[in-house]
Antibody, heavy 118, light 107 residues
Framework: MYLVESGGGLVQPGGSLRLSCAASGFTFSSYWMSWVRQAPGRGLEWVASIKQGGSQKYYVDSVKGRFTVSRDDAEKSLFLQMNSLTADDTAMYYC????????????WGQGALVTVSS | EIVLTQSPATLSLSPGERATLSCRASQSVSVYLAWYQQRPGQAPRLLIYDATNRATGIPARFSGSGSGTDFTLTISSLEPEDFAVYYCQQRSIWPPYTFGQGTKLEI
């Protein structure tokens, strides 16, 4: 079972970035998926979750209107489109599978680092 | 938003000792409280869910207790690989799902 994030990097304030998470080893379409981030030296923060099929999406208030979570079940992939980035968005972004329950993450990727700086 | 407060911030113990970590919620989360372990440079790992249930593959030295607003993670006899940061997380009232600020368990 693997979750592999990609798309991180350095971006200027106000810029955009799209993260991807490729899943393998499980039936991706059967699970809620989420993004959780961790600023350098800080704790964990839930960012967004998306239901199987993509019909429901939820976000932490600080990213609403700027970030969009999506998924492609046929390609077993999860995405996070991040716009209007600020320094406060600098973090490691983890893709995580909600196993038994939608808010309980049993498998995590190794993360993609996003740095917002001029 | 439910705020989770973990204590202590840092816990200094030796291998073989017993560790007791606490998590207090700003309002009741029933039993919908999980614990994660994060080693340096690694992703978090699920240890305990619904307050008392060990996740798949988690050793029996890890146990959880509590309900409502007060929860405890106990490690009965510390192994060298247990020195890490531990986070509690609630899924009772969401969005947002929230985490505690973490407890660093150090040698």
């Amino acid at each position: 079972m693997y979750l592999v994030e990609s798309g991180g990097g350095l971006v200027q304030p106000g810029g955009s970035l799209r993260l991807s998470c490729a899943a393998s080893g499980f039936t991706f379409s059967s699970y809620w998926m989420s993004w959780v981030r961790q600023a350098p030296g800080r704790g964990l923060e839930w960012v967004a979750s998306i239901k199987q099929g993509g019909s429901q999406k939820y976000y932490v208030d600080s990213v609403k209107g700027r970030f969009t979570v999506s998924r492609d079940d046929a390609e077993k992939s999860l995405f996070l489109q991040m716009n209007s980035l600020t320094a406060d968005d600098t973090a490691m972004y983890y893709c995580a599978r909600a196993g038994m329950f939608r808010g309980l993450w049993d498998y995590w990727g190794q993360g993609a680092l996003v740095t917002v700086s001029s | 938003e439910i705020v989770l407060t973990q204590s202590p911030a840092t816990l200094s113990l030796s291998p073989g000792e017993r560790a007791t970590l606490s998590c207090r919620a700003s309002q009741s989360v029933s039993v919908y409280l999980a614990w994660y372990q994060q080693r340096p440079g690694q992703a978090p790992r699920l240890l305990i869910y619904d307050a008392t249930n060990r996740a798949t593959g988690i050793p029996a030295r890890f146990s959880g207790s509590g309900s409502g607003t007060d929860f405890t993670l106990t490690i009965s006899s510390l192994e060298p690989e247990d020195f890490a940061v531990y986070y509690c997380q609630q899924r009772s009232i969401w969005p947002p799902y929230t985490f505690g600020q973490g407890t660093k368990l150090e040698i």
